[in-house]
């Protein structure tokens, strides 16, 4: 069954960093858009992330704007996404999801491949 996978997550103290990384089994991340999400316990599931097939347009959300970056490695086929200035309130299961089409990025019932997701405690 053809699924994204995360990579990366863990433990920081707030103000610190984590990559991390998304790859696919069974598609080629290359050929979708890629989102990341999140949700925290008792939250809806947020998006946060998106960067286009093509590599050249990208949207946050307001509150991870300036902090956080999403990237591709087109050779590897790898999705990143960069996280500084971690705060407590980042803490979350992260998922990278991959849409193809359109639709709005940060609809969850637009993409259609998912992974498991990745913890990411910010704690001190």
């Known amino acids: 069954q053809s699924r994204a996978v995360e990579f990366g997550g863990g433990v920081v103290q707030p103000g610190g960093s984590l990559r991390l990384s998304c790859v696919a089994s069974?598609?080629?991340?290359?050929?979708?858009?890629i989102a990341w999400f999140r949700q925290a316990p008792g939250k809806e599931r947020e998006a946060i992330a998106s960067l286009s097939g093509g590599g050249t347009l990208t949207n946050y959300a307001h509150s991870v704007k300036d902090r956080f970056s999403i990237s591709r490695d087109y050779a590897n086929d790898i999705v990143y996404l960069q996280m500084n200035s971690l705060e407590p309130e980042d803490s979350a299961v992260y998922y990278c999801?991959?849409?193809?089409?359109?639709?709005?990025?940060?609809?969850?019932?637009?993409?259609?491949?998912w992974g498991r997701g990745t913890q990411v405690t910010v704690s001190s």
């Open positions: 999801a991959a849409k193809s089409g359109g639709g709005m990025w940060y609809d969850p019932a637009q993409y259609i491949y």
């Open positions: 069974g598609f080629t991340l290359n050929y979708y858009a």
